[in-house]
């Protein structure tokens, strides 16, 4: 999944990492965009001929997605397929594509032409060229099934990293407070190099960034966060914005969410969402928190 996914366990069960590692590579063979024959890719090449059957999971994961893109119409989108292939940020051939081609790709990004069959599990995008990519929300998915899965196996206790996003569930057993910590990195620093840390209880902590996905090409940098309204990557004063919540899979979409917002109106979005808080950092390296939430920066 183009990252390094880690578990941290208090206690040695090999099994349940197995568990772990087959879990993920038979989700990516499901999920991915970037594999011809996966599930995903089977719905996309059948783009605006015949609808697609598919396992329930993955079903289960398209509706949400899609519910979330009608209601979020102006940034997330998981219809954006064709702009994410012309860009094709974060592989080799990543480029800056031509104006013509952001144009033919906009006209392909509706999320109302995906048209889904509850009772059959089907998935039907109507157009031509029509490309749905889960990248944005994926990872959430399956970190919140790591923990059932990991329950299954009698752990209670541990951190699941997916690479941008981190899962703490159950309690810290190596500190009296059982509370967990968890950094904040900072967007345009090595990976590691955190600005602060918040103190929670379980929870799933996503960040949207700009700050690893990117190229600078003439003097701009270009990053993976690409506004549908435009066809180009997202330009406003947020650089990175971390979400806190129980579910993993809306800190996926809120963390996309708040990052179109811009800070101000970010801040609002999360502060109104019960049991949601968030580290917002803007471009100038500002940081900003919704209230509510236990942080502390690094100096
Ligand atoms: P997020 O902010 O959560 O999501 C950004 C990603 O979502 C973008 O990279 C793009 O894919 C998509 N996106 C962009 N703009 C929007 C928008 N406005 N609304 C909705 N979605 C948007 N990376 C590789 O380098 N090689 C691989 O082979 C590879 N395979 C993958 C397979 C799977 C199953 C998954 C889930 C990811 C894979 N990735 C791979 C990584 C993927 O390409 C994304 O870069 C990654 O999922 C982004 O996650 P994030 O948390 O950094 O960013
Ligand atoms: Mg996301």
């Known amino acids: 999944m183009g990252t390094v996914i880690s578990l941290e366990l208090f206690e040695d069960k090999p099994d349940a990492v197995e568990a772990v590692y087959h879990y993920l590579q038979k ?3 499901e999920f991915s965009a970037n594999d011809n024959c996966s599930e995903l890719m089977r719905i996309n ?9 598919v396992n329930s999971n993955l079903f289960s994961v398209i509706k ?12 997330f989108n998981i219809a954006l397929g064709p702009l994410v ?11 800056v594509p031509l104006q013509s081609e952001i144009k033919s790709a906009l006209q392909l990004i509706d999320i109302d032409s995906v048209e889904l069959d509850e009772s ?6 109507m157009n031509y060229g029509m490309e749905l990519d889960l990248g944005a929300i994926a990872k959430g998915y399956f970190a919140d099934q790591i923990i059932v899965l990991l329950k299954y196996f009698g752990i209670n206790n541990g951190i699941i990293n997916l690479g941008g996003n981190t899962v703490t569930f159950g309690v810290n057993q190596v500190v009296s407070s059982h509370l967990w910590k968890v950094g904040i990195q900072s967007p345009w620093q090595y990976r590691g190099t955190m600005v602060g840390e918040v103190q929670c209880r379980a929870c799933s902590a996503v960040t949207s960034g700009i700050g690893e996905r990117n190229f600078q090409y003439k003097g701009r940098l270009y990053h993976h966060i690409i506004d549908p309204q435009t066809g180009y990557p997202l330009e406003n004063d947020l650089a990175q914005v971390t979400i806190f919540s129980s579910s993993s899979l809306y800190g996926e979409v809120l963390s996309t969410v708040a990052l179109f917002s811009g800070i101000d109106n970010g801040l609002l979005l999360i502060n109104q969402i019960p049991n949601v808080s968030g580290v917002f950092i803007s471009k100038t390296g500002r940081i900003r928190t919704t209230s509510g939430i236990n942080f502390k920066a690094i100096a």
């Not at 090449?45 to 059957?53: D, E, F, N, Y």
């Not at 899609?66 to 102006?74: D, G, P």
């Not at 059959?120 to 995008?125: E, S």
């Open 120 to 125: 059959r599990h089907q998935v039907y995008l």
């Open 64 to 75: 949400q997605a899609v519910e979330f893109s009608k209601e979020y119409r102006t940034s």
């Open 85 to 95: 292939k012309l860009w094709r940020i974060g592989f080799a051939d990543q480029r």
């Open 45 to 53: 090449r059948s783009a605006g001929k015949q609808p697609v059957t």
């Open 27 to 29: 989700a990516e063979k």
